[in-house]
C-alpha cells in the first residue's frame, strides 16, 4: 500500500446490483476520474449506491466499493479498460460556473482529496498495473464538466507529470470529448509549485 494510503474496504456493503459482471483485470489498464456533482455530511456508508470502485471524500477519506475486476456503468465509453473513482464535490467549470448550486452547492476540490487522489493512482499503478488516468468526458460527450478543471489539473495533470498517459492531446473513446487546453492550465493550484511536481504531501 502507497504510503499515507487507507482505504476502507466497503465492497461487501455496496450495492452488488452496480456490478454488472466480473472482468479480466488483465484488460484493466486505466483510472477514470469523476467528480460527484453533490457532497453529503458522514462518512463513507453514505456514498454505498455510488456506481464508482472508489470514492474519495472532502476530507481525504478514501473507499473502495467494487472491486477493481467489476464491470460497472460508470464511465461510459471507457468502461472495459477503466477503473472509476469518483471525488465528492460540485466542482466548477473552467468559466467558474457550478451546475444547480442551489441544489447541489458550490465546492473547491480540496488539499485533502487531492493528496489522496494521487496516492490512489499511485497504489492502483503499482498494485494494478494501471498506466493511464483518463476523465470522464473522454469517454462521453454527456458530462462535459467531469471531472472538471480542479481534478483534472491537480490530480490528472500532475500524475502525467509522473509517467502517466491520458492517450495524448486529443484522445478519446467512443462519442468522448478531449481534455480543454483550460484544464491543462488551469492554474487552480492546492499545492505549491514545488509540492505540485512531486509527490504531494
Same mark, same amino acid.
Given at each position: 500500500?502507497?504510503?499515507?494510503? $487507507? ?7 455496496? &450495492? $452488488?446490483?452496480?456490478? =454488472? ?12 476520474? $469523476? ?19 472508489? =470514492? ?13 475486476? &467489476? @464491470?460497472? @456503468? ?14 465528492? *464535490? ?8 457550478? @451546475? ?8 473547491? +476540490? ?15 499503478? &503499482? ?22 478543471? &480542479?481534478?483534472?489539473?491537480? +490530480?490528472?495533470?500532475?500524475? =502525467? ?7 495524448? +492531446?486529443?484522445?478519446?473513446? *467512443? ?10 492550465? $488551469?492554474? @487552480?493550484? !492546492? ?7 512531486? !509527490? *504531494?504531501?
Amino acid at each position: 500500500m502507497t504510503a499515507g494510503l $487507507h482505504i476502507q474496504d466497503l465492497t461487501a456493503a455496496s &450495492d $452488488h446490483s452496480r456490478r =454488472i459482471r466480473t472482468r479480466d483485470t488483465a484488460d484493466i489498464d486505466a483510472a477514470v476520474l $469523476h467528480q460527484m456533482g453533490f457532497a453529503r455530511s458522514g462518512g463513507p456508508e453514505r456514498f454505498l449506491r455510488t456506481k464508482s470502485h472508489y =470514492i474519495v471524500l472532502q476530507d481525504g477519506r478514501v473507499a473502495q466499493l467494487h472491486r477493481d475486476q &467489476d @464491470y460497472l @456503468y460508470a464511465s461510459n465509453a471507457l468502461n472495459s479498460r477503466s477503473i472509476a473513482i469518483e471525488f465528492e *464535490g460540485n466542482m466548477p467549470s473552467e468559466r467558474g460556473r457550478f @451546475y444547480k448550486p442551489e441544489r447541489f452547492g458550490r465546492h473547491r +476540490v480540496t488539499m485533502a482529496q487531492v493528496s489522496a487522489g494521487r496516492r490512489l493512482l499511485l497504489h492502483l499503478r &503499482d498494485v494494478s498495473g494501471i498506466r493511464f488516468v483518463f476523465a470522464h468526458r473522454q469517454g462521453t460527450n454527456g458530462h462535459t464538466n467531469c471531472c472538471g478543471p &480542479d481534478l483534472w489539473f491537480n +490530480v490528472g495533470q500532475w500524475a =502525467i507529470a509522473n509517467g502517466f498517459s491520458d492517450g495524448g +492531446v486529443g484522445f478519446t473513446m *467512443g462519442d468522448g470529448l478531449p481534455i480543454p487546453n483550460a484544464w491543462r492550465n $488551469h492554474g @487552480y493550484m !492546492v499545492f505549491t509549485l514545488a509540492e505540485a511536481e512531486g !509527490v *504531494g504531501p
